[in-house]
Each structure stands twice: as C-alpha cells, then as structure tokens.
C-alpha cells in the first residue's frame, strides 16, 4: 500500500484540463527534486511524462505539466483528448532507502 | 532506439523462485541503471530493486529479503531473482532503463502467476 495519495479518478471532457495530485510527506515528495509522472494504458508499457518535476522528455506533449508545492506534487493534463485516458502515477525518488515509490495511480476519464 | 524484452515462466509454484531475465538491445547494458517494476492485478505499480553496470543494486526494502537483481554484461541482459513467492507475488513484471531519478523507458511486461 503505498504511502502516497492520488484521487482514484479524475474526468474531463474533451479540450478541458485536469490536474491531477500526489501528496507525501517531507520525506518523500516535499524533500524530492526527482518527481517523475507516468503514463499507463492497461495492457501496455508504461510512459514517462514528467521527470525532476516539470521537465519532458522528448517526444512527450507539452500538454503535460508538472509542478510541486510542499508536499504536493501536481500532473496537468492541458487540452484532454481521448487518448488521455489512462492510469497516472507520480513516483517521487524519496532517497537512498526508499529509493522509488510510485502512487497509488489516477484513472482519468475522458468523457 | 533501446529496447527491453523480458522472458521466463509464466508460471511458477507457491514457495518456489521466480527468475526473469530482461534482453537489451539497440544500446549497452553499461549506459544505465537498470530496474524491476511490477504491477500485481488491479493494483498499482511497485518498484522492486535496480542495478547498475558495475553490480552495484538497491532494493525495495519491503521486498530485499528474498529479492536478488544481477547483471550480464556479456549477453547484454539483466535478471530478477524472487524466493519464496506467494499469490501476492502474481503480477506483471517490467524490466526498464533508468535515466535520471525516473523510470525512463520500460519493456512490455510479462505476466508470472503463482499457483500450483
């Protein structure tokens, strides 16, 4: 069970935004500059998004946003369109002992 | 463009070993830290251990007791050894790249399920 929170769902409609949090606490998410955001259609691999926060990498829309406050961190999904539907999880590296910890996942629903 | 391919049995008998073994390609094993990702059924992803080309490895502390995480230089590949598995150890199980403080590109995952 991860020690992280995620709203299970979150929906919008097409061209719409959504924001979508991860919140910690000072020892994982507020003391991590290394917050990355992934991607997950059921059935395929996983995607980075997000990487130190608010960084993409190539190839990645730049409908996808990153930002942290405190303990939160934050995934705007800009422009939703319906191949946005899928799972997301943040994954602070929270340090030498944790190392990776991923969210609980938010399915987002285009409807 | 690096590409990742896990293999092993998909099957594998409660109190037994579960062993994975992920193919790289288009690029060297001695770029990166490699990891193991997994994804129980209807549950989230769990990071379980990475390695880097040298053997150096870092692990989930809730899964280190009975994980163990090599690397073959020489075939271009790296492993996932898991003791003593349950039916909570059934799963999709992912190899990947890492790059910098992220799971940077992933292979297409392989189910393994624990049953007798």
């Known amino acids: 069970q991860s020690a992280l929170t995620q709203p299970a769902s979150v929906s919008g409609s097409p061209g719409q935004s959504v924001t979508i949090s991860c919140t910690g606490t000072?020892?994982?998410?507020?003391?991590?500059?290394?917050v990355s955001w992934y991607q997950h259609h059921p059935g395929k691999a996983p995607k980075l998004l997000i990487y130190?926060?608010?960084k993409r990498p190539s190839g990645v829309s730049d409908r996808f946003s990153g930002s942290k406050s405190d303990n939160t961190a934050s995934l705007t999904i800009s422009g939703l369109q319906a191949e946005d539907e899928a799972d997301y999880y943040c994954?602070?590296?929270?340090?030498?002992?944790?190392?990776?910890?991923f969210g609980p996942g938010t399915k987002v629903t285009v409807l | 463009q690096v590409q990742l391919q896990e293999s092993g049995p998909g099957l594998v008998e409660p109190s037994g070993t579960l062993s994975l073994t992920c193919a790289v390609s288009?690029?060297?094993?001695?770029?990166?830290?490699w990891s193991w990702v997994r994804q129980p059924p209807g549950k989230g992803l769990e990071w379980i251990a990475e390695?880097?080309?040298?053997?150096?490895?870092n692990y989930n502390p809730s899964l280190r007791s009975r994980v163990t995480i090599s690397v073959d230089k020489s075939k271009n590949q790296f492993s996932l050894k898991l003791t003593s598995v349950t039916s909570a150890d059934t799963a999709v199980y992912y190899c990947?790249?890492?790059?910098?403080?992220?799971?940077?590109?992933w292979g297409q995952g392989t189910l393994v399920t624990v049953s007798s």
């Open positions: 288009g690029g060297s094993i001695s770029s990166n830290w």
């Open positions: 130190e926060g608010t």
């Open positions: 000072s020892s994982d998410v507020g003391s991590s500059t290394h």
């Open positions: 990947a790249g890492n790059g910098y403080y992220a799971i940077d590109y």
């Open positions: 994954c602070p590296y929270a340090g030498s002992i944790t190392f990776y910890v």
């Open positions: 390695i880097y080309h040298n053997g150096d490895t």
